[in-house]
Each structure stands twice: as structure tokens, then as C-alpha cells.
DNA sequence: ATGTTTCAATCATAAATATTGATAAATTCA
DNA sequence: TGAATTTATCAATATTTATGATTGAAACAT
């Protein structure tokens, strides 16, 4: 191999390499980044060593031997001009750069870990694997199935898990790694969880067809006031979100019934039980043939429906190829649309 | 070199490697990646080919022979065991897997390309280069100040160049690639255009103190209706915006001056030459002492600005060095972060 | 302290792999 | 048809990468 980094040639090349045919075109930019060495397996040798903290188990872990990863880490260091690690005592240290390093590096070095899987998924559909997916009752019955319907279409092979938890269980199991990812909507999102909405739907209030209030147009919170709600309990997000506007407009309110599902609680409005405000997700076509149905937006927020995923983690191809059903650019990222807006 | 992909080792290892220690740790799941020869090369390959058309072509740009170019992707077509090119005519046409492929490669690729430089910028800063950004003069007067501080003093060497334009010609530079990204207020996105926002601000409406309207906590569209309106030039987008809102209201107004730059209208306001609505970005602190300022929210949009870029452009390390000051997750990625709601 | 264990660095050597020049074959273009 | 351009093939060679053996240091146990 001719030292083609920075010496492109030396005899008049046949195969007419890099150094020909630099006059007319651009202005010499390509060509820019020479490629010492092997980059690649020194980053990935890196990324390994600071994840397993030792030279010996980075060896382990890419099938290589310790003296491997001594001196591809140290060509790195070399070629770089820079000081990565402080090999002190048992434990290797970061160093600034190295700080830094792995913070550029690492995403590449996962992406490339897992780029032929990725790619075999893509073209035959992912062979084997298993993916679990924590989610609530209403995600599950409402906004998943026509996704999971497309990813057993495309990946039939595939072990599909679905949870059903409610919040706090969702964040254990991610936490725990026991779900490659959550679906749901976020209140609030801790510091250790990522949180992508997706999809956004209006609250709606729903009421028997017959009801003294369907018809009227536009409802007020005033006029909702004198009438029994029908919510789900008092645990859940909706329950909270509606207390908390009609305490802050100061307006009295009243839970006629107490009831888990919204599937019972339609049917109970539609008996004529009472009203109730639900999220928009699970308000279908074949609803508003027995329910009256009006937006209540201007009242109550958006409920916003999105991907939750443990900061760091890494997801699997099986995780990301369904990531990547509920939202294309959402993990090639490349793609700085302005999310939000989506749903409605 | 021992085949080390699949058949860890013969001898019992002195630097035991990988089969060793697989006992009571984790169930065998690290060494799921082997790596077949040097699949990065060959993407880099691939990639360039795609990019650049033909084999020949890309030899040149990786200062590598044809042959090389040529053998690489094979090895990627058979290891991956898919056709990835059609070496039809004089222009190679990609499959549906080589399409694939290259929407997957390519972002790691040239990940990969800048990493190098991405890293010197990060651990040494700048040594060199320019960095050209078009934006509006209300951006660049409000917005970039601090941030072009910061970038200043962290990357002293870089050249930096503000284009002063207005949206279109903004929109035209990048185009040509004559900037590297524009920062600012889009009202629509084209389609060859990412545009991701950053900050958000109400809009404002200012008068001058003594004005009877500054009497009033709130202030309505009517109320504002009969007096005279200070407003930028027509083609820029806050005149379409106010003329927009004060047409769906079917509400009287009428433009008294008509005046370009934020500093002049507020001026002339104090003076009470008339009153304006501007965007929250132009009001400081100072600005209260001379000016009634109120929210006009519930009736004009909110103004987003954020970065504009062409898509598919790759950004230059002074550039990504920039976005990542005014928005430190949206090139690393990796961060869900919902967007929206930072400014205000 | 002293012996044991764990870990990283060094080095010469072996093996795999990448690159190349030469050349042939295929395609396009004039 | 002939010139030009492009890709494929092949054997030879240059280069890189990995390894075993070994050493020296630090951490740990007693």
C-alpha cells in the first residue's frame, strides 16, 4: 500500500487516483480528511475501554487481546496530539478530551455496531429478536394497534410485548431495563428519561345524544358545572388534569362515577350515566353515531402522546424500526423538522 | 492475523480474550457484532460512489485506485449478500437495498469525516476557517449578539461573517451554499429546507406611556383599532402577520408610518409618533422605562426563530460548533428533548 | 512487609487485508 | 467503427493489525 495518506502518489497513475484531474472543478476541497490508520477500530476500542473501565474487558468484549487495545488506544492518543486517559491506579480516568471524544465518538460507534442489523432489518425484516414496548390501557387500545399491525406486517418474526402499566410501572420497566421503550403521554418527564411526543389530541367532552347540553354548540366549563362527570381514577393524568382546571377556574364540579377504562366510560355516557372528558385518542368514527362529542380545548391542554426512552440507552434494531413507524426522522435523525403539530 | 471473528481463539489465551470468563457475568450477549473485514472502508466506499456517481470518481475523491473502489464493494455486496448497485450505462443506479443502505451509512460516514476536526474543535478550538450565517437584522441585532460572543471567544480563529438579508435572499444563500445556515423566523419551510426552532416570543404591543391606552391592564384588538400603526415594511412578515389577524377579524386598522428596523419603530413610538406590535425579541429591559409594553398573545401568533438549513447539507465544523451554542442537543442528537417553549 | 493478583506496556513475529498496476471487457459517444 | 470512459479481474506487494511472551507497576490480602 502506498502511503496514500498525504502522499497520494508517485508514479503517473493508471488507475488516475486523486492527484490527476484537480484543475478545472472545485477547489481542492475533497480530500480534506486523510484517514490515519484505522480510525474506526481505535474509536471503537476507545468507546469500549471507557465503557468497561478496563483495557482487559474492552479486549474481552470486542474478541481482541489486551495488547490490541494498549496499542490502538495509543495510536489514537498519537494521532490525535492528545492525552485520552489517565491510566491511574486500577481504574482508567477521562480525561477532558477523552470527555469529549467519547461524547462525539460513541454515538458513531453505536450507530456502527449496529448498522448491519439495522440494514438486514430494512431489507428482509428483522430475522428473530424480541421487543417490548410498556404502555398504557388507552395507547394500547387506541394508538398502537394500526402501528402494530405495520410492524408484524414488515417484521413477522419478531416477538412483540406490549405492557400494559400505567405510568410509574412504565418508568420502573424502562429503568430496568425490561422495555427497550415506553409509548404514553408525559406529565412531567424526570431527568434521566428522554420524552418525544408525537401525536396531539384535543380533550373532548362527550354526552349522551339526548343530553339538555348537546345542543348547544360551543360548552363552557360553566355549563358542564351542574352535571355529574364520569372520570377515570383518581390516579390517572385525566383525573388530575381535570381537577386542576376546574380548582383553578374556581368552578365547582362533581365526580358522578369513578371508572377505569374508556371504553366503560363511553358506554356509560352513552347509557346516559353522566358526561365525561376524555383525551381525543379514543374518540373513533363509529362513537360519534352514539356520544355527542365537542372539543374542549380551550379549556383543558393538549394531551401529547410520544416515544419515552431511558437517556443513553442504546435501543435495539427491533426497538428502533418501530421508533421508527410511529416517526420516521425521529433516530436518523437529519431531519429538524419542527415537531408537534402532528396529530389534531 | 488469527480469524478472530467467530473462532476466538485456539490456544489458551495469555491475554485471555473473549471465550475465556463467560461464566457467572451476563448471558453472552457482548460479542454479538463481529465485524467482517472492514465494513467502514467499504462504506466510505459506497457512499462516495453513490455520491459521486461512478467508482472512478470516487477512487479519486478517497485518493484510492479504481480496483480498490471496485474490490471494497464487492466484499460490502457479499457480505451483506444483496445487490446494492446496478452497474447498468455509465451511471450506477442503486437498488432498494443499496437506497437503504446509503440513508443508513451516510449520516455515520460523514459522522465519521468530520469527527477528527469536530474533536480538535472541541479540545483546542478552531485553528482556522470561516463561518458564514445569514440572518435578518432583527436577529442579528437581538439574538446572535451573546451567542456570536461566545463562539467568539471559545473559536477566536474563525472568520465570522454575518449576512445581513431578509428571508428570501437568506433562503437564496442557502441555496448557493454561500452560508452555512441562517438563523431566523419562518413562516413556511420549503421543502429542500430544514428549519428547527429555538426560540419563541409573544407579541408585543408597545406604546408610548402617556398614550391612553397604556392605562388598561388588557388591552383588545378593538381597543387598538382606532389608533395609528407603526409597522416594518410590507414585504416583511410581521406586516403580513398584523394585516393577517386584523382581515380574519374583519377589524379596522390603519398603518400611520411605515418604517424598517425595530429600533427606529420603537423610537418613533416613544415619541409618540403611533403605536406598534413588534416581537417580544426586540424588547429590553431598557425599553420599559420609555414604553408601555403589553402581551398581545391571544391574538397574534407567536414568533419562533431557530436554525435554517438546506437539507441534506452537511455542516462544516465551524458551523455545528455554532448550532451547538445556540442548541446544544439538535446535531448530537441523542436527546429527545421536546422542542418549543425554551424562550418566552 | 511480602506474596499474589490484576492490569497495562513493549516487542518481535505472524497473518490477514488492503492497495495497486496491468490488463481485459463492456459500454457510451462521436 | 474507433476513441473514450468505465468497471472487473488478478497476481504481486505493501501495510496494517493482532498476537504470544514477557515485564514492570499498582492494588490487594494477609
Same mark, same amino acid.
Given at each position: 500500500?502506498?502511503?496514500?495518506?498525504?502522499?497520494?502518489?508517485?508514479?503517473?497513475?493508471?488507475?488516475?487516483?486523486?492527484?490527476?484531474?484537480?484543475?478545472?472543478?472545485?477547489?481542492?476541497?475533497?480530500?480534506?480528511?486523510?484517514?490515519?490508520?484505522?480510525?474506526?477500530?481505535?474509536?471503537?476500542?476507545?468507546?469500549?475501554?471507557?465503557?468497561?473501565?478496563?483495557?482487559?474487558?474492552?479486549?474481552?468484549?470486542?474478541?481482541?487481546?489486551?495488547?490490541?487495545?494498549?496499542? $490502538?488506544?495509543?495510536?489514537?492518543?498519537?494521532?490525535?496530539?492528545?492525552?485520552?486517559?489517565? !491510566?491511574?491506579?486500577?481504574?482508567?480516568?477521562?480525561?477532558?478530551?477523552?470527555?469529549?471524544?467519547?461524547?462525539?465518538?460513541?454515538?458513531?460507534?453505536?450507530?456502527?455496531?449496529?448498522?448491519?442489523?439495522?440494514? $438486514?432489518?430494512?431489507?428482509?425484516?428483522?430475522?428473530?429478536? !424480541?421487543?417490548?414496548?410498556? *404502555?398504557?390501557?388507552?395507547?394500547?387500545?387506541?394508538?398502537?394497534?394500526?402501528?402494530?399491525?405495520?410492524?408484524?406486517?414488515?417484521?413477522?418474526?419478531?416477538?412483540? $410485548?406490549? *405492557?400494559?402499566?400505567?405510568?410509574?410501572?412504565?418508568?420502573?420497566?424502562?429503568?430496568?431495563?425490561?422495555? /427497550?421503550?415506553?409509548?404514553?403521554? @408525559?406529565?412531567?418527564?424526570?431527568?434521566?428519561?428522554?420524552?418525544?411526543?408525537?401525536?396531539?389530541?384535543?380533550? @373532548?367532552?362527550?354526552?349522551?345524544?339526548?343530553?339538555?347540553?348537546?345542543?348547544?354548540?360551543?360548552?363552557?366549563?360553566?355549563?358542564?358545572?351542574?352535571?355529574?362527570?364520569?372520570?377515570?381514577?383518581?390516579?390517572?393524568?385525566?383525573? !388530575?388534569?381535570?381537577?386542576?382546571?376546574?380548582?383553578?377556574?374556581?368552578?365547582?364540579?362533581?365526580?358522578?362515577?369513578?371508572?377505569?377504562?374508556?371504553?366503560?366510560?363511553?358506554?356509560?355516557?352513552?347509557?346516559?350515566?353522566?358526561?365525561?372528558?376524555?383525551?381525543?385518542?379514543?374518540?373513533?368514527?363509529?362513537?360519534?353515531?352514539?356520544?355527542?362529542?365537542?372539543? @374542549?380545548?380551550?379549556?383543558?391542554?393538549? !394531551?401529547?402522546?410520544?416515544?419515552? @426512552?431511558?437517556?443513553?440507552?442504546?435501543?435495539?434494531?427491533?426497538?428502533? *424500526?418501530?421508533?421508527?413507524?410511529?416517526?420516521?426522522?425521529?433516530?436518523?435523525?437529519? /431531519?429538524?423538522?419542527?415537531?408537534?403539530?402532528?396529530?389534531?
Amino acid at each position: 500500500m502506498k502511503k496514500h495518506a498525504g502522499t497520494p502518489s508517485k508514479s503517473k497513475k493508471i488507475h488516475r487516483s486523486a492527484a490527476k484531474k484537480r484543475a478545472g472543478g472545485e477547489p481542492a476541497d475533497a480530500g480534506r480528511f486523510y484517514y490515519k490508520g484505522n480510525r474506526h477500530k481505535q474509536l471503537r476500542a476507545f468507546v469500549s475501554v471507557v465503557k468497561l473501565g478496563t483495557l482487559t474487558r474492552a479486549a474481552e468484549a470486542l474478541f481482541l487481546s489486551q495488547p490490541t487495545i494498549s496499542l $490502538q488506544l495509543q495510536a489514537l492518543e498519537r494521532e490525535l496530539g492528545v492525552t485520552l486517559l489517565e !491510566r491511574r491506579r486500577r481504574r482508567i480516568n477521562l480525561t477532558d478530551a477523552g470527555e469529549a471524544l467519547y461524547e462525539l465518538a460513541r454515538p458513531l460507534v453505536e450507530g456502527w455496531d449496529t448498522l448491519d442489523r439495522d440494514f $438486514q432489518a430494512r431489507v428482509k425484516g428483522l430475522q428473530a429478536g !424480541r421487543l417490548t414496548i410498556a *404502555a398504557g390501557t388507552s395507547t394500547i387500545q387506541y394508538l398502537l394497534p394500526e402501528l402494530v399491525r405495520r410492524y408484524r406486517e414488515r417484521f413477522p418474526a419478531v416477538q412483540l $410485548q406490549l *405492557a400494559n402499566v400505567t405510568g410509574k410501572d412504565g418508568l420502573a420497566m424502562l429503568r430496568a431495563d425490561e422495555a /427497550d421503550f415506553a409509548v404514553g403521554s @408525559m406529565l412531567d418527564v424526570p431527568n434521566d428519561i428522554a420524552w418525544a411526543p408525537v401525536q396531539h389530541y384535543d380533550p @373532548m367532552l362527550i354526552l349522551p345524544p339526548d343530553h339538555p347540553l348537546a345542543a348547544k354548540e360551543k360548552i363552557t366549563l360553566e355549563d358542564i358545572s351542574p352535571y355529574g362527570l364520569i372520570l377515570p381514577p383518581q390516579r390517572l393524568s385525566t383525573y !388530575r388534569l381535570v381537577d386542576l382546571v376546574f380548582q383553578q377556574r374556581q368552578m365547582p364540579y362533581h365526580v358522578a362515577i369513578e371508572v377505569g377504562g374508556w371504553d366503560v366510560i363511553k358506554e356509560y355516557v352513552a347509557m346516559g350515566l353522566g358526561i365525561s372528558i376524555v383525551t381525543g385518542i379514543c374518540i373513533t368514527e363509529a362513537d360519534h353515531a352514539r356520544l355527542a362529542v365537542r372539543n @374542549m380545548k380551550q379549556y383543558f391542554p393538549q !394531551r401529547s402522546y410520544g416515544v419515552v @426512552m431511558r437517556k443513553g440507552k442504546f435501543l435495539s434494531a427491533e426497538a428502533r *424500526a418501530f421508533v421508527d413507524l410511529i416517526r420516521p426522522g425521529l433516530l436518523t435523525h437529519r /431531519d429538524y423538522d419542527e415537531p408537534g403539530h402532528s396529530g389534531r
